[in-house]
């Protein structure tokens, strides 16, 4: 069974950083694409960050870019999400999420089978 469990949410003021992290379990880490995706309430989850198995091929939503890095560990099986420059927009609850290929719809939720439960970001103004 494959399981995903974020940590490292929690409430900055704007300008701040925060790191969330990812542990998956229940499959071969290194055959795994990791991605992150966030939900503010009211609105649909939205595409944030993927990472290729080996790490080679990374993709941004433009709302983050150059403000927010993925990265993975395949020794810990663990996938990073290191945000700076955090906004009051960021606000929401982040998801870790994995498939086991990195398709040309990666920001379609609909791509990833295994999704962790989910950790919440608060920027205040």
């Known amino acids: 069974q494959v399981q995903l469990e974020e940590s490292g949410g929690g409430s900055v003021q704007a300008g701040g950083s925060l790191r969330l992290s990812c542990v998956v379990s229940?499959?071969?880490?290194?055959?795994?694409?990791v991605g992150w995706f966030r939900q503010a309430p009211g609105k649909e989850r939205e595409f944030v960050a993927v990472?290729?198995?080996?790490?080679?091929?990374?993709n941004y939503a433009d709302s983050v870019k150059g403000r927010f890095t993925i990265s993975r560990d395949n020794a810990k099986n663990t996938g990073d999400l290191q945000m700076n420059s955090l906004k009051p927009e960021d606000t929401a609850v982040y998801y870790c999420a994995a498939s086991r290929l990195l398709s040309k719809t990666y920001a379609s939720p609909g791509q990833y089978p295994y999704w962790g439960q989910g950790t919440q970001v608060t920027v205040s103004s």
């Open positions: 990472i290729s198995a080996n790490g080679g091929i990374t």
């Open positions: 229940g499959r071969a880490f290194s055959d795994t694409v």
